[in-house]
């Protein structure tokens, strides 16, 4: 197998390569917004709701499955074993996949009528079916090169495959969809798919080059039942209910009479406010992909002092994280929404929103660490819960308060999530938290952008807020000198390590 290099690097890899693409992930939804409008945004967010439900059935939970069986193996020294850890996960993801992909394309018009309510995207939902099981292979390839640590192959072939998706896409709204909202539907589900097909070829080329002797069969049904499953349930789960949500908020919102055109309403927050909210998260998924097989070989390993240490460090560095972004999206979210979409109603959900952002972000990590610990039965509990509260929320709400309703009910049950997996989390490391340093940090937030917002340059409330915020931190002992020694101890051994 190829060197293992430190997960704070591979951590730094998937960092850039993230940021990179949601950098131009984001452009194209703008560049989207742009051509088909918050009418037609909203109803691809329909159709993309649709086919992401279809595509985490088909998944069916073996992309966690596999990065996990794989950790397991490579803890244990069993190289050899890993292919028959890929030989049951190709198996029931072609299986899984190909019944997902029948069942969409033979009730796409039937899903087109009743649930998107838009006849239009009947050939959009049947090209998602066709490629759906290359969609499936996708996830057992990248879950195991991601558990065997071969970040920069991956992250090459993500950028390819972004390149791809955008190409195709553009070319297929140039030359033949025109303004037509069901043939854009169509282009951008063309370009995911070609996507898809690009990075299979690429990975599954890259294993065969590998030639890694096989040990004598494993047994693998069982292990692999056991962790793909549970994480199927809450994923298929979940995402259901997501769905019914997406296609729920439309037409609740349509009984408010103070909304005049609910679709539009809902595209652009789904498809404009989002994205720009969860940009800078792009550098903690980074890390959140990585602390799923390093926690598991772990484990697998009996490493406890380096389970807490990792756990530690993690929850810090997303806390301070959060808080870093929170102030400055809700500094800048008028200007920054007015200047990508020329909408100020973006801009004022944004400011609302970004206030979440410091918990939607230790969530993020707080999932990951709490699946690498193979605590995916208790994730499925967490899930259904919270998910299921958000949809009564949205039912009861929508029609009362509006797009109100809809910020009550995402707070609400995001925060219930959160304070559940952490306290699982907690308790199985027996790691405690003391409540200085979160409180301190809100604090220091808090105050530094009521005195940035005094500004009237956008670049000197960012100057003003960070300093700010990083002074009453370290003068609230929230980052002390250890934090800054650490830091500065990584870059010296990055810069020995590219010397030697």
């Known amino acids: ?215 004598p069969r494993i047994p693998i049904r069982h292990r692999l039942f056991q962790a793909a499953v549970p994480l199927a349930l809450a994923d298929v789960l979940k995402s259901g209910i997501n769905t019914t949500e997406n296609l729920m908020v439309p037409k609740r919102l349509a009984r408010n009479p103070s909304i005049t055109d609910p679709l539009a309403c809902f595209g652009v927050l789904s498809g404009m406010v989002f994205p720009v909210l969860m940009f800078p998260a792009c550098i903690l998924f980074g890390l959140a992909e990585l602390l799923i097989p390093e926690l598991a070989r772990c484990a697998a390993a009996g490493s406890k002092q380096r389970i807490t240490y990792l756990v530690k460090r993690s929850l810090r560095v997303s806390m301070l994280y959060g808080a870093i972004f929170a102030g400055l999206e809700f500094l800048l979210a008028e200007a920054l929404c007015l200047r990508l979409y020329g909408n100020p109603q973006a801009g004022r959900y944004l400011k609302l929103y970004a206030l979440l952002i410091p918990m939607l972000y230790c969530d993020a990590i707080t999932d990951a660490m709490t699946k690498g610990l193979g605590q995916q039965k208790v994730c499925v509990r967490y899930n259904i819960l919270t998910s299921a509260l958000d949809v009564l929320f949205l039912y009861l709400l929508l029609p009362r308060l509006g797009m109100e309703g809809y910020f009550i009910s995402f707070f609400g049950t995001h925060l219930l999530n959160f304070c559940l997996s952490l306290r699982r989390l907690l308790k199985i490391t027996g790691i405690s938290i003391p409540f200085y340093i979160p409180a301190m940090t809100a604090a220091a937030a808090i105050a530094s952008v009521w005195s940035a917002a005094s500004l009237s340059v956008p670049a000197a409330r960012c100057i003003c807020y960070l300093c700010l915020l990083l002074s009453l931190l370290y003068l609230f002992r929230v980052i002390s000198g250890e934090d800054l020694s650490w830091v500065r101890g990584l870059f010296r051994l990055s810069r020995r390590e590219n010397a030697a």
């Open 1 to 215: 197998m190829p060197k293992k290099i430190p997960i704070f690097y591979s951590a730094l890899l998937l960092t850039g390569v993230n940021l990179l693409l949601r950098l131009v992930g984001t452009s194209f939804q703008v560049y989207i917004s742009g051509r088909i409008g918050a009418a037609g945004v909203g109803l691809l967010q329909l159709v993309m709701s649709v086919g992401s439900l279809a595509m985490i059935a088909g998944i069916g939970g073996i992309r966690t499955a596999t990065m996990y069986l794989t950790a397991e193996e490579l803890g244990r020294k069993k190289h050899g074993s890993v292919l028959w850890v890929l030989s049951g996960c190709f198996l029931y993801s072609i299986v899984c996949g190909g019944t997902v992909a029948l069942l969409l394309y033979r009730f796409a018009p039937w899903i087109a009528e009743h649930w998107i309510g838009d006849p239009r995207t009947v050939e959009a939902l049947r090209l998602l079916a066709a490629f759906l099981p290359v969609t499936c292979l996708c996830a057992v390839m990248t879950g195991y090169f991601t558990a065997a640590n071969r970040i920069g192959i991956l992250a090459a072939v993500e950028v390819a495959e972004q390149l791809c998706a955008m190409g195709v896409t553009m070319a297929a709204l140039t030359f033949w969809s025109g303004d037509d909202p069901g043939l854009a539907c169509q282009s951008v589900v063309l370009g995911s798919c070609a996507g898809s097909c690009l990075t299979l070829l690429c990975l599954a080329a890259l294993r065969l080059r590998e030639q890694i002797p096989p040990s």
